[in-house]
């Protein structure tokens, strides 16, 4: 079985497009995350969401705005997409917020604006 | 200063090799230290919780310094199969539970 899922694997758009990426984790943690991973391969963290409420919020512009609509889902959507939005989106999920604890990662979201 | 340094390597190793990477971190009051694998256009997945104490699974040995504020990664008798990218990442204290990453150092194991 999946732990944390992401839909969908690949998006490749146009520039100015408005997009939706959406993760859901059956593991029953507490706190998910958005990641993204640019082309030089680093992961950084862009949001956290604890049993549906916003925890961490990173310097991201205000074109990403991610919505949980329940603790297994973390959705981001994505405004006026610009080139530079190319990169690998992350999905990852953990027991306890604050704490330690293992984050589980999805398969990531190739996102290509062209 | 990045809060966390990997040496991006690449490290290309022949089979059987011993190879370490180390992971520097800023913060001290990074709390909780991890490795993570990542292969090629996939996720990453935890290797190795980093204690304190050093810890070992199989042939992967991890440790961390405070007092230098870096943390290592062992890998003995190298196999083909642990060719990917290792990630150390580093979690804070008070910073609801983020992980900050390493770039990564990216391991190739020849024949």
């Known amino acids: 079985d999946t732990a944390v899922s992401q839909t969908p694997k690949y998006l490749v758009t146009q520039m100015g497009n408005d997009k939706s990426i959406k993760c859901e984790q059956n593991l029953g943690h507490d706190t998910m995350y958005w990641y993204k991973q640019d082309s030089k391969k680093f992961l950084k963290i862009m949001f956290s969401?604890?049993?549906?409420?916003?925890?961490i919020n990173e310097t991201v512009p205000n074109r990403f705005s991610p919505k949980s609509p329940d603790k297994a889902h973390l959705n981001l959507h994505i405004n006026s997409l610009e080139l530079g939005d190319s990169a690998v989106y992350f999905c990852?999920?953990?027991?306890?917020?604050?704490?330690?604890?293992?984050?589980?990662f999805g398969p990531g979201t190739r996102l290509l604006v062209l | 200063r990045k809060e966390v340094e990997q040496d991006p390597g690449p490290f290309n190793v022949p089979e059987g090799a011993t190879v370490a990477f180390n992971c520097t971190y800023s913060n001290s009051a990074s709390q909780s230290f991890f490795w993570y694998r990542q292969d090629c256009r996939k996720e990453p997945k935890l290797l190795m919780s980093?204690?304190?104490s050093g810890n070992e699974d199989g042939r992967f040995t991890a440790q961390l310094n405070r007092a230098s504020q870096y943390i290592s990664l062992l890998i003995r008798d190298s196999k083909l199969s642990d060719s990917a990218t290792y990630l150390c990442a580093v979690n804070i204290i008070g910073l609801g539970g983020k992980l900050i990453f390493g770039q990564g150092t990216e391991l190739s194991v020849k024949p």
């Open positions: 969401y604890n049993n549906k409420e916003l925890i």
């Open positions: 980093v204690y304190s």
């Open positions: 990852a999920s953990s027991g306890i917020a604050g704490g330690p604890e293992t984050q589980y």
